[in-house]
Structure formats: C-alpha cells, structure tokens
C-alpha cells in the first residue's frame, strides 16, 4: 500500500511564499509509468487539481496558477514538492498529494490534472494553507 504525506503547510501573509512536499513511501514507485500531483480543495468548494508531473517529464498547471506555483520532484528523495509564490486569498485551502500508475498508455499529466477522480489512486491527508492579508 503506498502512502503519501504531505507536510509544509501553514499560515503564510499575501505575497509570501510557502513549498509544500510530498513523501511517497514506495521507493518503487518511479519505476513504472506514473502521474503525480498537486490539488486543493477551499472550504465549500469542489477539489480542483493545481499542479501535475508525470514520469515522462511533463509538467501541467492549472491555467490560473502559472508563473505562481511550480512543482518539482526528487527522485532520490522519493519526494514531491510544490512551490507557492506571491500566494494571495484565493490560495487559503487543503492541499492535497496524489499519484496514479495508469494502465491507460494515454494517461498523462495533463490527464491527471484536467480528469483525476478522489476515489482513483492514491491521496495523501492533505496539509493546511492559510493565506492573511
């Protein structure tokens, strides 16, 4: 059973910044197709995905997040990371690591960030961020 914890969440004033990681316990992991991700789920709203990779080395973004949030990956840390600058209001929400190996060959970040379901794949518990004016 693989397991996801994420850590690095926090209260954090607008226009700071704030990375989030993302510790996969499967050192296996990275040896078969793969798609890792960033979604965020604000108080009373639907989860929306914010940043995916996958193994292939593409990379997607959430369109109103671009030049804000980069995510990154250390392979030999079995480690997922987010990085959020210039945060402001909008981005007070939990976030939340995920990762799928898809049997589908066409499955790719892209996939994961538009059409990820909560109940496919593997969540983390999802680390708290907090953004004051």
């Known amino acids: 059973q693989v397991q996801l914890v994420e850590s690095g969440g926090g209260s954090v004033q607008v226009g700071g910044s704030l990375r989030l990681s993302c510790v996969v316990s499967?050192?296996?992991?990275?040896?078969?197709?793969?798609?890792m991700g960033w979604f965020r789920q604000a108080s009373g709203k639907e989860r929306e995905g914010v940043a995916t990779?996958?193994?292939?080395?593409?990379?997607r973004y959430a369109d109103s997040l671009k030049g804000r949030f980069t995510i990154s990956q250390d392979n030999a840390k079995n480690t997922l990371y987010l990085q959020m600058n210039s945060v402001n209001p909008e981005d007070t929400a939990m976030y939340y690591c995920?990762?799928?190996?898809?049997?589908?060959?066409?499955?790719?970040?892209?996939?994961?960030?538009?059409?990820?379901?909560?109940?496919?794949?593997?969540w983390g518990q999802g680390t708290q961020v907090t953004v004051s004016s």
């Open positions: 499967d050192s296996g992991y990275k040896y078969s197709s793969y798609c």
């Open positions: 990779i996958d193994s292939d080395g593409m990379i």
């Open positions: 995920a990762a799928v190996w898809p049997i589908d060959p066409t499955v790719d970040a892209g996939t994961f960030l538009r059409a990820f379901r909560v109940d496919v794949g593997y």
